[in-house]
C-alpha cells in the first residue's frame, strides 16, 4: 500500500506544480516540468522491478510520444492561424485520440497474431 501512496504523491506533486506555474504565468517553467524524462526514468525503474521487456516498452512509447508531438505542432499550427483556442485544443485532442485508439487497435491484433 505504502508504494501506491508513494506514486501518488509522486504524480500529484508534478501536477500541482504544473498548476502552480500555470497560476504564475510561468510558461518556461512549465514546459521544462511537461518536458522532463520522468517517465522514462520510472519506466525504466518499474521495468527492472517486475522483469518487463524494456523494448517493447520503448518502443510503445516512441509511438505514443509521436502521436502527442504530432498533436502539439496541430494545436500550434491552428494557434497561429488565429483559430480559437478551444478549437485547437479540442481538435488536436480528438486527433490524439483517434491516433491512441488506432495504435492500440493494431497493437493487439500484432500481440494476437
Same mark, same amino acid.
Given at each position: 500500500?505504502?508504494?501506491?501512496?508513494?506514486?501518488?504523491?509522486?504524480?500529484?506533486t508534478l501536477?500541482t506544480?504544473l498548476?502552480?506555474f500555470?497560476k504564475?504565468?510561468?510558461t518556461?517553467?512549465?514546459?521544462i516540468?511537461i518536458a522532463?524524462?520522468?517517465r522514462?526514468i520510472?519506466? @525504466?525503474?518499474?521495468s527492472l522491478i517486475t522483469?518487463?521487456?524494456?523494448?517493447?516498452? @520503448?518502443?510503445?512509447?516512441?509511438?505514443t510520444?509521436?502521436?502527442?508531438?504530432?498533436?502539439?505542432?496541430?494545436?500550434v499550427i491552428l494557434l497561429?492561424?488565429?483559430?480559437n483556442?478551444?478549437?485547437?485544443?479540442w481538435s488536436?485532442?480528438?486527433?490524439?485520440?483517434?491516433g491512441i485508439?488506432?495504435f492500440?487497435?493494431y497493437?493487439k491484433?500484432?500481440i494476437?497474431?
Open positions: 500500500m505504502l508504494e501506491y501512496i508513494i506514486q501518488f504523491i509522486i504524480g500529484g501536477f506544480l498548476y502552480y500555470s504564475k504565468n510561468n518556461i517553467k512549465m514546459a516540468l522532463l524524462p520522468i522514462v520510472l519506466s @525504466y525503474f518499474y522483469n518487463t521487456d524494456l523494448h517493447e516498452i @520503448y518502443s510503445s512509447s516512441l509511438s510520444i509521436g502521436l502527442t508531438f504530432a498533436m502539439v505542432i496541430l494545436a497561429s492561424m488565429n483559430v483556442k478551444n478549437i485547437a485544443f488536436s485532442l480528438i486527433f490524439w485520440v483517434i485508439s488506432l492500440y487497435n497493437s491484433q500484432k494476437q497474431s
